[in-house]
Nanobody
C-alpha cells in the first residue's frame, strides 16, 4: 500500500511558476513509476507527465512539454513537478499517482494504482 500526499499548489498569475511535491509512504518508492495527472472543471482527468522508478525515463504531454519538469528523489520518497510559464488553461487539480509494471511508460490513468488527494493550481490571466 502506498499513500501519496501532494502539496505546493496555489494561485499564480500567467507566466508564473509553481513547484508541486508528492510525498509517498512505504519502503519501495523506487520501484514505482510516478505520474502527474490533472483535472480541470468540467473536463476529464488528463495525463501530464510520468517518471520511471530510476528516473531514467520521463515523458510529457504535448501541452506541457518544455514548460513542466518532473523529477524524483528516491531517498526522500518524493516526486516533484516544476511548472513554469503557466497559462490559464493549466488551471486544474493536480494529482500524483503511483504504479508498478502496468504504469511503466503509461499515460493511462487506469494503469496507476495509487492516487493522492490532489492539489489545486489556479492560473489567472
Amino acid at each position: 500500500q502506498v499513500q501519496l500526499v501532494e502539496s505546493g499548489g496555489g494561485m499564480v498569475q500567467a507566466g508564473g511558476s509553481l513547484r508541486l511535491s508528492c510525498a509517498a509512504s512505504g519502503r519501495t518508492f523506487s520501484s514505482y513509476t510516478m505520474g502527474w495527472f490533472r483535472q480541470a472543471p468540467g473536463k476529464e482527468r488528463e495525463f501530464v507527465t510520468f517518471i520511471s522508478g530510476s528516473g531514467g525515463l520521463t515523458y510529457y504531454a504535448d501541452s506541457v512539454r518544455g514548460r513542466f519538469t518532473i523529477s524524483r528523489d528516491n531517498a526522500k520518497n518524493t516526486v516533484y513537478l516544476q511548472t513554469t510559464t503557466l497559462k490559464p488553461e493549466d488551471t486544474a487539480i493536480y494529482y500524483c499517482a503511483a504504479g508498478r509494471r502496468k504504469a511503466y511508460g503509461s499515460t493511462s490513468s487506469d494503469d496507476y494504482d495509487y492516487w493522492g488527494q490532489g492539489t489545486q493550481v489556479t492560473v489567472s490571466s
